[in-house]
């Protein structure tokens, strides 16, 4: 019995090494797995369902082959992929769920997020991912020109990279008093989340209960898997390809 979780993988066809590791974790452990979880930021930027991108169909293909061979998958939307729709899940054999989702893993109320609402103290974010998150607007960026969406899209990733360098690390990072506010609504001690990029296990107290936050790795430089038995969490690496 294993349920695995990733994140940030944040594909693109300049890092076709990431991509390989993934469809070989697809093709051979995934394949062993009760369910398979993506917990946003699959790809480096989503500007539509109808993007031709080829690297879209290649992944497509490879989680609908693991959908095919009985393994449920379930996808929780990122900052970077957040106008992933139904038509790509479909294909890819993927369940959509919110941004936060609760399940049951092996008897243990589970919360998911992706882990950005946690980062509180970026107020700057928190603002452009409230404003993303109208509908109206949505509704109106996925009608513009396929040309367009790119431009807007190459945009954003550079005022990003530029913002994130003059930024603190603390900034970026989850705080404390989101994370037991999260845990506490939703009445779970168990937190799976990414983002971040800080792989790491954090075990602490929460309202007199044992409480632990899992924080899922990026694919930059290893593969990153949170590997789930019953009453077991471990986080694993996974090696890259040579670039």
């Known amino acids: ?19 390989a590791a993934l469809l070989s974790f697809l093709q051979g452990e995934a394949r062993r797995a009760d369910a ?19 690297l879209h169909d290649q992944v497509a293909d ?3 082959a693991l959908a095919s061979a009985g393994v449920p998958l379930y996808f929780v939307h990122g900052n970077r992929d957040f106008l992933l729709g ?57 009608r513009l020109p396929l040309a367009r969406r790119q431009r807007i899209a190459r945009h954003l990733r550079g005022n990003s990279q530029k913002e994130n360098a003059g930024k603190a ?3 970026m990072d989850v705080t404390e008093a989101a994370v037991h506010q999260a845990m506490r609504q939703h009445h779970c ?8 990029h800080r792989p790491a296990i954090h075990d602490f107290s929460l309202d007199g209960q044992s409480a632990r936050r899992i ?8 593969g990153s898997v949170l590997v789930c038995r019953p ?3 471990t986080l694993e690496q996974r090696p890259l390809p040579p670039r």
């Open 169 to 171: 690390q603390s900034i």
């Open 62 to 64: 490879a989680f609908a």
């Open 36 to 54: 398979l979880y993506v917990l946003g930021d699959l790809f480096e930027f989503w500007i539509g369902d109808d993007d031709p991108n080829p």
């Open 86 to 142: 139904s038509a790509f899940a479909r294909r890819a054999g993927m369940t959509l769920l919110g941004d936060p989702s609760v399940i049951e893993l092996y008897g243990q109320r589970t919360l998911l997020m992706h882990g950005d609402l946690l980062c509180t103290l970026d107020v700057d974010y928190q603002r452009f991912r409230r404003v993303t998150g109208w509908r109206w607007l949505r509704w109106l960026f996925l």
């Open 215 to 222: 924080v899922l790795g990026d694919w930059f430089e290893q």
């Open 1 to 19: 019995m294993t349920t695995l979780f990733i994140s940030d993988l944040h594909l693109s066809l300049e890092r076709p090494d990431m991509t």
């Open 189 to 196: 001690t168990l937190l799976i989340h990414g983002h971040t």
């Open 231 to 233: 009453g077991e969490q």
